[in-house]
Nanobody, 124 residues
Framework: QVQLVESGGGLVQAGDSLRLSCAASGRTFSNYAMGWFRQAPGKEREFVATIMWNTGSTYYADSVKGRFTSSRDNAKNTMYLQMNNLKPEDTAVYYC?????????????????WGQGTQVTVSS
């Protein structure tokens, strides 16, 4: 049974940093893309970042480029999202996801497995 478990969310002030973790288990994630999405109240889930498990290649949404960094630790089967210079508009529930590397890396449909989410709140 595949499990993705996020942690690291919390309440911070604008300009602060947070690091989210996503512990993955239940299968081998070779040739998988590991993504981060977020959903703010009243809004659709949106793509944040993705990292290729094998190569470490990353891709980011324009809204977080230069502020967020995705990484992974293969030995720990864990991926991370380092979030710097947080803004109030980053407030959302953040989800990690995993899916076979393919064309839909910025879309929810491209991911097969999802975590339960972790709340990030940024106050102004």
């Amino acid at each position: 049974q595949v499990q993705l478990v996020e942690s690291g969310g919390g309440l911070v002030q604008a300009g602060d940093s947070l690091r989210l973790s996503c512990a993955a288990s239940g299968r081998t994630f070779s040739n998988y893309a590991m993504g981060w999405f977020r959903q703010a109240p009243g809004k659709e889930r949106e793509f944040v970042a993705t990292i290729m498990w094998n190569t470490g290649s990353t891709y980011y949404a324009d809204s977080v480029k230069g502020r967020f960094t995705s990484s992974r630790d293969n030995a720990k089967n864990t991926m991370y999202l380092q979030m710097n210079n947080l803004k109030p508009e980053d407030t959302a529930v953040y989800y990690c996801a995993a899916g076979p590397a393919g064309l839909r890396l910025t879309q929810s449909l491209g991911y097969k497995y999802w975590g339960q989410g972790t709340q990030v709140t940024v106050s102004s």
